[in-house]
């Protein structure tokens, strides 16, 4: 039997908590010969909440469930613990503007950086609560005690929404869709890039000729698909959320086929696609499956992906300005 892995979860009385906490748990993510010991964090007044679901989950009599524990701080959830997944933060109200979110979830994301130091020394973290990639980056820079490698933002719940669209055009299996790559904000300039997608082995953009969609349609659903969502249930993405997280984690974990890639948002380093050192931007990647992971380089990108990069880019440096206080 592998060592015991301490997973802390924020927002865990929240849906997409609710909907993850119980996947870990049942050894879906690290594996049935690896015990999970699973740090429910939530703020004070959800804390009750959070009790409930950790009663669930020690209901459900899972064999790789090693402990379940509630904590109303962030310092006692951080505590020891190998990854941590930040999925709680606040929700844009009606006629908030995208920096009035930056802004208000500015120092809470200050706070759980400075307790991150707390990790265990392998610590690695994800960040999910929006909007992510800014909040991951306060996260990082209020946590110098932890490489900053060891930081993410998730972008996979795009790629899987990618993924998705690009199959039901082709009418194919999402099997059959490979090699998506998000590039940049989780945000409505984020970039699917069809160009380097393969279906069934072939380019996408030569298996499905309509550029126009390609170009237009396919880009804004994928997009805008987590407003559609709250348009059309009236609350935001749970079940698939916590489902891209799954798959965030275990891309992290585990060895990248060869020929493939997956999607994370990741501190650039300068030299990746002109992206500026320090962004949290999302890039195609592979992992080793051993804790290091790399940038997939030497993508064809055309005029059209460059301006759509170049437009993503830019509203991150917008972003880092508005919280340039918060970074530490």
Same mark, same amino acid.
């Given at each position: 039997m592998k060592p015991i892995i301490k997973v802390a979860v924020t927002g865990a009385a929240g849906q997409i908590g609710y909907s993850l906490l119980f996947r870990i748990a049942s050894g879906e993510l690290f594996g049935h010969d690896r015990k999970v010991h699973l740090h429910l964090v939530e703020l004070p007044v959800a804390a009750k909440a959070a009790e409930g679901t950790a009663m669930e989950l020690n209901d459900c009599g899972f064999d790789s469930l090693a402990a379940v524990d509630v904590f109303d701080s962030p310092e006692k959830g951080f505590d020891g613990v190998s990854w941590a997944a930040l999925?709680?933060?606040?929700?844009r109200g009606p006629g908030m503007e995208r920096n009035d979110l930056i802004k208000?979830?500015?120092? #809470?994301?200050?706070?759980?950086?400075? *307790? &991150?130091?707390?990790?265990?020394?392998? &610590?690695? $973290?994800? $960040?999910?609560?929006?909007?992510?990639?800014?909040?991951?980056? #306060?996260?990082? +820079?209020?946590?110098?005690?932890?490489? *900053?490698?060891?930081?993410? *933002?998730?972008?996979?719940? %795009? =790629?899987? +929404?990618?993924?998705? =669209?690009?199959? =039901?055009?082709?009418?194919?299996?999402?099997d059959q869709v490979t090699n998506m790559a998000i590039w940049g904000n989780h945000s409505s300039t984020m970039y699917p890039d069809y160009e380097n997608t393969q279906i069934g082995g072939e380019s996408a953009a030569s298996l499905i000729k309509d550029k126009s969609w390609l170009q237009g349609d396919f880009i804004t659903t994928v997009q805008k698909r987590g407003a559609a969502i709250i348009a059309a249930r009236g609350k935001s993405s749970a079940a698939s959320a916590a489902s891209a997280c799954i798959e965030h984690i275990r891309s992290f974990e585990e060895k990248t086929p060869q020929g493939k890639w997956f999607s994370a948002a990741i501190p650039g380093d300068g030299s990746s696609y002109g992206v500026p050192e320090g962004l949290i931007f999302s890039f195609p990647l592979r992992s080793d499956?051993?804790?290091?992971?790399?940038?997939?380089?030497?993508?064809?990108?055309?005029?059209? *992906?460059?301006?759509? #990069?170049? &437009?993503?880019? %830019?509203?991150?440096l917008g972003e880092r300005s508005v919280v340039e206080d918060l970074l530490g």
């Amino acid at each position: 039997m592998k060592p015991i892995i301490k997973v802390a979860v924020t927002g865990a009385a929240g849906q997409i908590g609710y909907s993850l906490l119980f996947r870990i748990a049942s050894g879906e993510l690290f594996g049935h010969d690896r015990k999970v010991h699973l740090h429910l964090v939530e703020l004070p007044v959800a804390a009750k909440a959070a009790e409930g679901t950790a009663m669930e989950l020690n209901d459900c009599g899972f064999d790789s469930l090693a402990a379940v524990d509630v904590f109303d701080s962030p310092e006692k959830g951080f505590d020891g613990v190998s990854w941590a997944a930040l999925v709680g933060s606040k929700p844009r109200g009606p006629g908030m503007e995208r920096n009035d979110l930056i802004k208000e979830n500015g120092p #809470i994301f200050v706070s759980q950086g400075k *307790a &991150l130091a707390r990790g265990a020394d392998d &610590l690695r $973290v994800v $960040v999910v609560g929006n909007p992510c990639n800014t909040n991951c980056l #306060i996260a990082q +820079r209020n946590c110098p005690e932890v490489p *900053a490698n060891r930081f993410s *933002a998730m972008t996979m719940l %795009d =790629q899987n +929404r990618a993924r998705a =669209q690009l199959a =039901q055009k082709a009418g194919v299996g999402v099997d059959q869709v490979t090699n998506m790559a998000i590039w940049g904000n989780h945000s409505s300039t984020m970039y699917p890039d069809y160009e380097n997608t393969q279906i069934g082995g072939e380019s996408a953009a030569s298996l499905i000729k309509d550029k126009s969609w390609l170009q237009g349609d396919f880009i804004t659903t994928v997009q805008k698909r987590g407003a559609a969502i709250i348009a059309a249930r009236g609350k935001s993405s749970a079940a698939s959320a916590a489902s891209a997280c799954i798959e965030h984690i275990r891309s992290f974990e585990e060895k990248t086929p060869q020929g493939k890639w997956f999607s994370a948002a990741i501190p650039g380093d300068g030299s990746s696609y002109g992206v500026p050192e320090g962004l949290i931007f999302s890039f195609p990647l592979r992992s080793d499956g051993e804790g290091a992971f790399q940038v997939v380089e030497g993508l064809d990108l055309s005029s059209f *992906a460059k301006e759509k #990069i170049k &437009l993503t880019t %830019d509203e991150l440096l917008g972003e880092r300005s508005v919280v340039e206080d918060l970074l530490g």
